[in-house]
């Protein structure tokens, strides 16, 4: 099943790119009628880009990461600018698209038919819209490349007993290790995160890209994290793409408390909530035995005891508030990673980045940005986060 899905999905996704790419070759070679060496050489950079897509992701989930580790940035950072590139010219497509119609419905479609097929105008649009890609590439880039940030956050929760106020959970998610971060980067987060010295440690999906055969030396550091109330995983989507059932022993080896649908109590002087987990949301099918049962998780707890729910998709936080949870803690969305893309993740998700309440509940999801990014190794109106919460029993006051 999960050949086939991979394979499928290389399928699907190099047709897509194929088509992309010449839509960028009739933009940025065809239309501004290059001349002969610029247009060869554009011509086949964008073939060889188009190519090296498919065969990133393929070597990154079979060859040995001490090469690909090094072999996919480039590919990888193509396809941000790629999308860049796709965003605006077919923005700028679109608006002569309107300016056309209205052209037509005015009358005046001579005029405006006139300047926006001109060669001044194809040549314009293609260079302005390369400086801005690049440009904006560069900066992605460079914000992608910053250290993990600390975000502290304080969520108040109905039912907490008073003897866990000022408890702190550390959250890191989806690290995507196997693409383009390795086992050195992993020992020297597992530090960052000790540091903050929180009771709880959670990760909350999306760990790794690739075969435990391939991996699970990369991510010997994390078996570093300690936390005096325990260290506790959830699996993500690409778990599953990396073959889950094979991973879970691995993980256990580490010191992490896998929770797949189900619920452990946290105790302290006396007092305890439940810290339940669950499977992805799209689990099903991709493992046998696998697959998201919130009912399951919570079934005989008692209603009266606070509930924080793991789970990777921030859409669990719609049946979590039908269930009477009081936070979900979830990643997956990398918070849009690269502006303006993130518009298409709230498509998606019911929610992007941070700490939001689920109308007429009192259920909150807090979501985690990734604490390193998938695919492109870029941000824009994001950044690399480990989240530092702490819970309280008391509602904060608010100053007027």
Known sequence: MRFMFFFLWIVVGSTLLALIHYY??????????LSTPWRFILTWTLVAFAASLPMAMTISRWAPFSITQYLVWLPYVWMG??????????????????AWVAGKISGQAALTDGFIQSLMFKRLLAIGVALIALGLSVTSVCLGARSEQVDRIEIHLDRLPTSFDGLTIAQISDLHVGLTRAGDWIDDLADKVNA?????????????????????????????LKAPLG?????????????????????????????????????RNGAVFDMAGIDDHNAEGMAEGHGAN??????????????????????????AAKLDVGLVLSGHTHGGQIWPFSCLVRLQQPYLKGLHRIPDSRTQVYVNQGTWTWGPPMRLGSHNEISLITLTSAKPIVEN
């Open 231 to 267: 260290v506790y995983f959830v699996t993500g989507n690409h778990e599953y793409y990396s073959g889950a059932p094979e991973w879970m022993p691995e993980l256990e080896k580490l010191g992490m408390r896998v929770l797949r649908n189900e619920r452990v109590e946290i105790r």
């Open 294 to 319: 919130l009912d399951g998780a919570l079934k005989g707890r008692d209603p009266d005891r606070e509930v924080i729910l793991l789970a990777h998709q921030p859409r669990a936080g719609l049946q």
């Open 24 to 33: 960028l070759w009739i933009r940025l070679v065809r239309d501004p009628a």
């Open 196 to 224: 903050l010295n929180a009771d709880i440690i959670v990760i909350t999906g999306d760990l790794m890209d690739g075969p435990p055969e391939r991996l699970a030396g990369e991510l010997k550091g994390l078996a570093k």
């Open 81 to 98: 600018t790629m999308l860049y590139f796709l965003f605006f010219l077919g923005a700028v497509d679109t608006l002569r698209g309107m």
